[in-house]
């Protein structure tokens, strides 16, 4: 059974920028220049809090926020590592065939012999490719999200369907 959302993660505070209270954050979404349209967003465990942004900007491959209410150096560093949110309805509109990563946690995971492995547990956004943390009845499997291994998503029946690249699991 897939599991509820009510937010969507846009991003990560990674740590203060400067001294007047900016935080930097990695983005977590395809479409980083969104950050620049956002009037609020909910900082810390989903759902967080709704705090209101006063300024964003690009800086290198990170996103500097400058959210309301955080002043100083000090403030900014207790958001270091908190998530940022949207709510659902605010996300941004995905194309035909696209989802949000976090849509796959809970899903199935079927061999194309229609073998179960496990659960969808996790994704692992890495430089290269993502990578799908399965929970299996033996332990943890890692697949990576490529063509050739992950060869369907169907969030109508809750399932992934893998090709596991040989040598990846015993037997």
């Known amino acids: ?20 209270g900016e935080v930097r954050a990695q983005s977590h979404t395809d479409r980083p220049e969104r950050f620049s349209t956002l009037d609020k967003v909910w900082v810390g465990d989903p759902p967080g809090v709704a705090v209101t942004v006063d300024r964003v900007r690009l800086h290198q491959q990170s996103i500097i926020l400058k959210l ?15 998530w940022l949110s949207l709510p659902m309805d605010q996300a941004a509109p995905l194309e035909e065939g696209e989802m949000y990563l976090f849509q796959m946690i809970g899903l ?14 996790e994704i692992l956004e890495t430089g290269a490719n993502d990578v799908i943390l399965v929970r299996t009845p033996s332990g943890e499997l ?23 690249p040989p040598g990846l699991i015993d037997g």
């Open 1 to 20: 059974m897939q599991p509820e959302f009510d937010h969507v993660i846009i991003g990560r505070v990674t740590r203060p920028h400067g001294i007047a």
């Open 68 to 82: 309301r209410g955080v002043d100083t150096r000090s403030e900014a560093e207790t958001l270091r590592n908190q």
């Open 108 to 121: 199935e995971v079927l061999t194309v012999d229609g073998n179960l492995l496990g659960v969808v547990d």
């Open 142 to 164: 890692l697949l990576p999200d490529i063509p050739g291994v992950v060869l369907d998503v169907d969030l109508q029946t809750g399932c992934v369907t893998v090709q596991v």
